[in-house]
């Protein structure tokens, strides 16, 4: 069973920088997309940035030029750096990631969600 395991997030003063990562395991499998959401209280679930597979990248508006993702193939692994934090960047984290699911016959695609990670962003 795949499992994504998203430690990392708190509580930081706003100006200030955190980083996530989120670690996929279990499971015969390959990584297509890999991809950052977030949904603050009284909110819909939002893009925050995704990685393909070429390494290419896309990020949401509001967080251009100060979040920065990646992934570490070797690790299974995707990271979001966010630098400069507003307020308004406070909400749950969840991460994505699109695998190709190699045990089951013919292979196919499949999205998993990480369970989230509160990240907090104080004035």
């Known amino acids: 069973q795949v499992q994504l395991v998203e430690p990392g997030g708190g509580l930081v003063q706003a100006g200030g920088s955190l980083r996530l990562s989120c670690a996929a395991s279990?499971?015969?499998?390959?990584?297509?997309?890999m991809g950052w959401y977030r949904q603050a209280p009284g909110k819909q679930r939002e893009l925050v940035a995704t990685?393909?597979?070429?390494?290419?990248?896309n990020y949401a508006n509001p967080v251009k030029g100060r979040f920065t993702i990646s992934r570490d193939n070797a690790k299974n692994t995707v990271y979001l750096q966010m630098n400069s934090l507003k307020t308004e960047d406070t909400a749950v984290y969840y991460c994505?990631?699109?695998?190709?699911?190699?045990?089951?016959?013919?292979?196919?695609?499949?999205?998993?969600w990480g369970q989230g990670t509160q990240v907090t962003i104080s004035s």
């Open positions: 279990g499971g015969l499998f390959s990584i297509n997309g």
């Open positions: 994505n990631t699109v695998l190709v699911r190699l045990w089951v016959f013919p292979p196919d695609e499949y999205d998993y």
């Open positions: 990685i393909s597979s070429d390494g290419s990248t």
